[in-house]
């Protein structure tokens, strides 16, 4: 592109900071941010968010915390998947006390994780054996009248299966039951709109 006098844009250098931290080469992904400010060319949240999480994959918990700073630094105010991925971060170096943390600074401004997120810290607190904190933190949840979703449920019911609670497992089955069902309606009506859409 440059070669033939053309300047990369925002899109393009999200693209690349995404590709680069996928692939677990976060700290060359980080030098675009350099760049773009060097070119006059403005920064995004997404890619923090793209850092956050590349760090995270290659556990390097210390550089995913920075990054979540230096967002904030650069005017970016935290949200849902900034968040996310930080937890992400900490659950997968098996840092349940932080990631925990983050899931209380995260609910206590109204913010709910991501599905996959929250699925994740129960599974981190399983393998910890921290039932209790697990509990707490969907009781958190509820108590903001924040849902969680189905990977979440599913996450929680195999651990209490596990654990033989047969009354608490039966409860979250049924729960898990009641959205596959509101989701496979809602498939099917849009699935019928479509069609008549279609047919006009």
């Known amino acids: 592109m440059k070669l033939w006098g053309l300047m990369p844009d925002t899109l393009l250098y999200c693209a ?15 030098r675009y941010i350099e760049d773009m400010e060097n070119a006059g060319i403005s920064l995004k949240i997404e890619i923090f968010i793209s850092l956050i999480r590349g760090y995270g994959i290659i556990g390097h918990v210390k550089d995913a915390e920075r ?3 230096l967002m904030q630094l650069k005017l970016f105010y ?3 998947r900034s968040y996310s991925a930080l937890m992400d971060a900490y659950t997968r170096d098996e840092d349940v006390e932080h990631a925990i943390q983050v899931f209380d600074n995260m609910i206590s401004i109204g913010i709910e994780p991501t599905d ?29 009248s ?5 990977k979440t449920l599913i996450s929680f019911r195999e651990w209490l299966d596990k654990l033989g609670l047969d009354k608490e497992t039966e409860r979250l089955s049924k729960e898990i039951s009641k959205r596959m069902y509101r ?18």
């Open 116 to 144: 996959k997120s929250l699925a994740r810290l129960l599974i981190a607190c399983e393998k910890k054996n921290m039932l209790a904190e697990a509990i707490e933190t969907i009781e958190k949840l509820e108590s903001k």
């Open 16 to 30: 690349l900071v995404e590709a680069y931290s996928q692939l677990g080469h976060a700290k060359e992904a980080e």
């Open 67 to 69: 990054i979540f700073q």
């Open 146 to 150: 924040l849902k969680f979703g189905t």
């Open 183 to 200: 989701k496979a309606f809602f498939l099917e009506q849009y699935s019928d709109v479509s069609a008549t859409h279609s047919g006009l």
């Open 78 to 80: 935290p949200e849902r």
